[in-house]
């Protein structure tokens, strides 16, 4: 399979605890995002990058927030000091970039839980 | 107001209905839209881009107004494949390639 992958697929962890998402996306794709998504919601934008660089990084994404993609290759999402408000899904996608505008193609998302 | 718009329904519909789904974008330097797909407690799946022309996929039509800043998706002969969340995205263009979701149309096809 191709497509975007992210790992792991669910995470329940204590409150206070620090917590870090992985996505590889679709090879050749060198635009990344990520998005957090709760029940009812659209997916929010969270940070984007184009290679390495991370270009755009929202309003809602706080300081106990960080994403990295070192190699613009894989991607990191750490949150640190989880917080009950952090439960969602966190969803990840890639896209080409190529003159035009181009979908973006998501993975199957990690589930975050705070107890 | 939120930069993309839908009702977010439900939408219950007997199998083998039309039913037609619109979404309003506010922020006219959304270049490219998009409708995608997504089955509950999965990731969005893209269903088809949205061209001022129309373009037609199988059942599906999507439609997009700019003068008036509207875009739509028509599915004919429902099935009941079809029941999911319809997400409308507006994507601006250049560098960054900003992308917004609306809130999503949920939609129930009944046998």
């Known amino acids: 399979d191709t497509g975007v992958s992210q790992n792991p697929r669910h995470k329940i962890t204590k409150r206070g605890q620090n917590v870090t998402f992985r996505c590889d996306p679709i090879s050749e794709h060198n635009r990344l995002y990520w998005y957090r998504q709760t029940l009812g919601q659209g997916p929010e934008f969270l940070t984007y990058f184009q290679n390495e660089a991370q270009l755009e990084k929202s309003r809602l994404l706080s300081d106990r927030f960080s994403a990295e993609r070192p190699k613009g290759s894989f991607s990191t999402l750490e949150i640190q000091r989880t917080e009950q408000g952090d439960s969602a899904m966190y969803l990840c996608?890639?896209?080409?970039?190529?003159?035009?505008?181009?979908?973006?193609?998501f993975g199957d998302g990690t589930r975050l839980s705070i107890l | 107001r939120k930069e993309v718009e839908q009702d977010p329904g439900p939408f219950n519909v007997p199998e083998g209905a039309t039913v037609a789904f619109n979404c309003t974008y506010s922020n006219s330097a959304s270049q490219s839209f998009f409708w995608y797909r997504q089955d509950c407690r999965k990731e969005p799946k893209l269903l088809m881009s949205v061209y001022s022309s129309g373009n037609e996929d199988g059942r599906f039509t999507a439609q997009l107004n700019r003068a008036s800043q509207y875009i739509s998706l028509l599915i004919r002969d429902s099935k009941l494949s079809d029941s999911a969340t319809y997400l409308c995205?507006?994507?601006?263009?250049?560098?960054?390639?900003?992308?917004?979701f609306g809130i999503g149309t949920k939609l129930q096809v009944i046998p």
């Open positions: 996608a890639s896209s080409l970039d190529v003159q035009g505008d181009q979908p973006q193609h």
């Open positions: 995205v507006g994507q601006r263009g250049g560098g960054y390639q900003k992308v917004t």
